[in-house]
């Protein structure tokens, strides 16, 4: 009954005005006539619903293949590597999750974090080093001090959409480490794996 | 301000805010998984969900832009730009709350980070031309005699 009236309503919306040559004298005639503002309104509301649910059929029609595949579980977790163009970078390769993990439990890297302090305060994988992009030069002969150019590193920060945990591998690679892998899926793919984190904020 | 150029104003406002919608939808289109990457990035949505969001959201973002552009149930399409920036910017906020440091996924992906605030600023205009654009169809509506 509901889905009735909605329906027939929806009709008399889209009709209306669908053509052109009639849109200016029928919405004059609406606008003028005795529909009321809060009757409008609905209308408004039904159209930005209808278009919503047109959009979003779209995209579920278009990607319903990445979804089905995700619900079978055929997909593993994410998201091809976007690969490293330049030559010189031949030595910074991109790391899955499960990579990552049995360096971590074997204690075979050491992790860097390449996010600003306040987000490394607030959670980070458990026992990896803080070193922010942005502050790189100063923070760098430290780093340097600390570990040998030959530690293998790993490299991460806020998953996919960021581009720190590369630019700071890369500035790595340019200051003498040869070994370093980017976990491009970062922090939020180790907190979803249950992964122990530490911060204030875990 | 004269109608003409209110009119001519709300023109350029409204295929201004329409190209920038069909922009970014085109970059998500293109490429959805890394979309959910982004998507995930902000921490508040399962891995299916992130998915989900990512297949047809871009979509949303591209219809209302096309509508925009073509002046075709422009209200409407105001509407749901209005509303969709308002969820962009409590999103952004939260992410600044809880210390997160990620890029906001907005136009291509995996590139340079934006910072939040200049991203939360940008929607905020992005906000204000919507309203307008709504509110001004809605003048048309019930003020002009």
């Known amino acids: ?202 | 301000m004269k109608n003409s150029h209110k009119r001519i104003l709300m023109i350029l406002l409204r295929m201004g805010l329409g190209i920038v919608f069909v922009y970014a939808s085109f970059w998500k289109i293109r490429n959805p998984e890394a979309f959910a990457g982004s998507v995930a990035a902000y921490d508040v949505l399962p891995f299916f969900l992130n998915h989900l969001v990512a297949a047809t959201f871009p979509w949303i973002e591209a219809t209302c832009g096309i509508l925009l552009i073509t002046g075709y149930r422009v209200k409407a399409a105001a509407g749901i730009v209005a509303a969709l920036n308002i969820i962009f910017i409590v999103l952004l906020a939260s992410t600044v709350v809880r210390g997160l440091d990620i890029d906001c996924g907005c136009f291509r992906q995996g590139g340079a980070k934006t910072p939040a605030w200049q991203v939360i600023l940008r929607d905020f205009i992005f906000l204000a031309m919507a309203v307008s654009i709504f509110n001004y169809q809605r003048g048309a509506m019930f003020s002009r005699k």
């Open chain 1, 1 to 202: 009954m509901l889905c009735a009236i909605a329906t027939r309503t929806t009709k008399s919306v889209w009709s209306r005005n669908r053509n052109p040559a009639t849109f200016k004298a029928s919405s004059r005639r609406t606008y003028h006539g005795n529909m009321s503002k809060t009757t409008q309104l609905k209308k408004v509301f039904l159209e930005m619903g209808i278009i919503i649910l047109i959009a979003i059929s779209i995209g579920l029609a278009v990607n319903h293949r990445m979804l089905l595949d995700i619900l079978n579980g055929t997909k593993s977790a994410p998201i091809p590597s976007p690969t490293f163009s330049s030559a010189e970078n031949s030595q910074i390769a991109p790391a899955g999750l499960l990579q990552v993990r049995e360096l971590y439990e074997k204690d075979l890297a050491l992790f860097v974090d390449a996010r600003e302090t306040p987000a490394f305060d607030a959670a980070h994988i458990r026992k990896a080093v803080s070193l922010p992009v942005s502050e790189f030069e100063r923070k760098q002969p430290e780093f340097r001090k600390k570990h040998d150019l030959s530690t293998r590193l790993v490299v991460y920060c806020s998953g996919y959409g960021c581009h720190d945990s590369r630019l700071l591998s890369e500035k790595l690679y340019n200051t003498g480490y040869h070994d370093i892998l980017v976990f491009e899926g970062g922090l939020p793919e180790w907190k979803e794996a249950g992964l122990p984190v530490e911060g204030t904020n875990k």
